[in-house]
């Protein structure tokens, strides 16, 4: 697995692209690259991209990975978070996000089968 996090000017958001099986650590490893990278603030959405990618998690894996963003709240304040995932699998986790995570106050969380869907939903 492997990520690449670019700064979309136009969205003003992050977006991460997910390329091939991403774990429970995969995904940690990116939420804390999201964090260090220049162009983070606080209150800034993000774009989880799975469309080269497939999520192999468990509900267990997405309870803990919700968990420790709802630990930084305070750093990474009110924010969207869009996931893209085309295969009926990463969908399916990605929902377990929307309902986990997204119960969290300040955070919005949706699941979207194409990017054009999500940077829709993601634009200010």
């Known amino acids: ?3 690449e996090i670019t ?3 136009e969205l003003d958001c992050l977006v991460v692209a997910m390329t091939g099986r991403a774990g ?3 995904i940690m490893a990116a939420r804390d690259q999201v964090i260090g990278h220049p162009d983070f603030r606080k209150d800034m ?5 799975f469309t080269e ?3 192999e998690l468990e509900t267990e894996d997405v309870k803990l990975i919700s968990s420790h963003y709802a630990d930084q709240a305070e750093q990474l304040g009110k924010h969207k ?8 699998l990463s969908f399916g986790r990605a929902r377990q996000f929307d309902i986990i995570y997204g119960s969290n106050p300040g955070f919005e969380v949706r699941t979207f089968r194409s990017f054009n869907e999500a940077a829709d ?3 200010p």
């Open 1 to 3: 697995m492997s990520f």
């Open 7 to 9: 700064f979309d000017k």
């Open 24 to 26: 429970r650590e995969d």
């Open 45 to 49: 959405n993000k774009i989880i991209d």
């Open 53 to 55: 990618g497939e999520m």
């Open 81 to 88: 978070v869009a996931y893209v995932a085309p295969s009926d």
């Open 121 to 123: 939903w993601i634009r």
